[in-house]
């Protein structure tokens, strides 16, 4: 299945998979930050690299003119909190020591908290 089809229907090609098992929809949703226009990734997102490529969520706003839902994802901590017009993104490093954040959709309000600590690679 081609990637720009996955980026442009990503919903519909998830609806009713397991979410364990391994298909390009799963993939696509879970890993790709940066796509061109025909769905292409990059074979590195950092640095973030430069164009044709741009933040998915710009390539799906572009193909959704009207529609009025708020797209929150999280799996981007470099990005931190992404505040905009219908997204929110939540990665807050907190695995790294930065915040946990959560969005209260009722009341379209942030609420975050301090990491209990960092992330230790080793630990006994």
Request: with cysteine; proline share 7%.
């Amino acid at each position: 299945m081609r990637q720009a089809a996955l980026a442009l229907e990503v919903g519909k090609e998830l609806e009713g998979l397991d979410p364990i098992a391994q298909h390009p929809a799963i993939e696509f949703a879970t890993r790709a930050r940066y796509i061109a226009p025909d769905g292409s990734r990059p074979k590195s997102d950092w640095p973030a690299p430069h164009a044709p490529y741009k933040p998915w969520f710009e390539h799906w706003f572009d193909s959704r003119v009207g529609d009025h839902r708020t797209v929150v994802y999280g799996h981007w901590a470099r990005m931190n909190l992404v505040l905009r017009p219908k997204l929110r993104g939540l990665d807050t490093g907190c695995v790294w020591g930065g915040k946990l954040s959560a969005w209260i959709a009722e009341e379209d309000r942030i609420v975050q908290v301090d990491a209990a600590k960092a992330y230790a690679k080793y630990e006994e």
